[in-house]
């Protein structure tokens, strides 16, 4: 099958506000380097319990004023009170953002499992809801081809998912995964359960593997034995795992287009290198490049 050249793909970015001023040189370059390929949206996180608020704040901010980005800061129920989050949502709009991605976010560090705080929003669903009480977003949700970490089952899971949607949200954004084959049965389970907004594939370039597992573990990713073994004796080796790391993404990406997906989403970890690569295999390019 041929893919038609002239339709590339829509891609968006996700990076992580940085803490340190040679993590803040790193994400500025990536973002600099990553802009040239006109992503649909660039996402910047919020920290698991709502911990980097100002840090995504100001990289938000300087996004808007030093690019021509669309900025979609990550919001969280933890944390806050409803009328904090509002506010934070608020003041976002009148910077001009319209584009936020509504996530429940992860139990506070020492907490057992994540419960509602009082007075604040309990689930995504219901921060979907309120943020388009407060103005008209773009807003994207997460979905979990391999059910969320705390889901019961998956069908608990498909419905939640459901919820958020139904409540406002333009798209679902996946967790990581390998294998194409997940992503699209996924796909069919929410056509099948009757959710007909976009399903977006995350995509995770590998930089180090044994950082890898540590993210799989912690979000119920599955990490399967072939990957493993294509990066077998290579933790010192840096310049073969990059090119190990670009091959499986963009066999990855390649199958997913083959299939029709039309939508990627990247988490960069703040580089530019292996995205920008497996954009270009996909036919995302900058304009003269394409031209």
Known sequence: MTTNTLEKPSVSFEFFPPNTEAMEARLWASIERLAELEPAFVSVTYGADGSTRERTHNAV?????????????????????????????????????????????????????????????????????????????????????????????????????????????????????????????????????????????????????????????????????????????LDDDEATRKMIAASVAIEQVRALQKEGIEEFHFYTLNRSELTYAICHALGVRPKQAAA
Not at 72 to 101: F, K, N, Q
Not at 126 to 152: K, M, Q, T, W
Not at 154 to 160: C, I, K, Q, S, V
Not at 178 to 185: I, M, P, S, V, Y
Request: proline share 7%; hydrophobic share 40%.
């Open 61 to 233: 901010e300087r996004i808007i004023r030093d690019t021509e980005l669309t900025p979609a800061p990550h919001l969280t129920c933890v944390g806050a009170s409803r009328g904090e989050i509002d506010d934070i949502a608020r003041e976002y709009w009148d910077m001009g953002v319209r584009h936020l991605v509504a996530l429940r976010g992860d139990a506070p560090k020492g907490s057992e499992s994540y419960v509602p705080r009082n007075g604040g929003y309990a689930y995504a669903s219901d921060l979907v809801d309120g943020l388009r009480n407060i103005a008209d977003f773009d807003i994207s949700v997460a979905a979990y081809p391999e059910v969320h970490p705390e889901a019961p089952n998956a069908e608990f899971d498909l419905d939640n998912l459901k919820r958020k949607l139904d409540a406002g949200a333009s798209r679902a954004i996946t967790q990581f995964f390998f294998g194409a084959e997940l992503f699209l049965r996924f796909r069919d389970r929410c056509s099948a359960a009757g959710i007909e907004s976009p399903i977006v594939p995350g995509i995770l370039p590998i930089t180090r593997f044994p950082q890898l597992e540590r993210f799989a573990n912690m979000c119920g990713a599955s990490v399967p034995d072939w990957l493993r073994n294509r990066f077998q004796g």
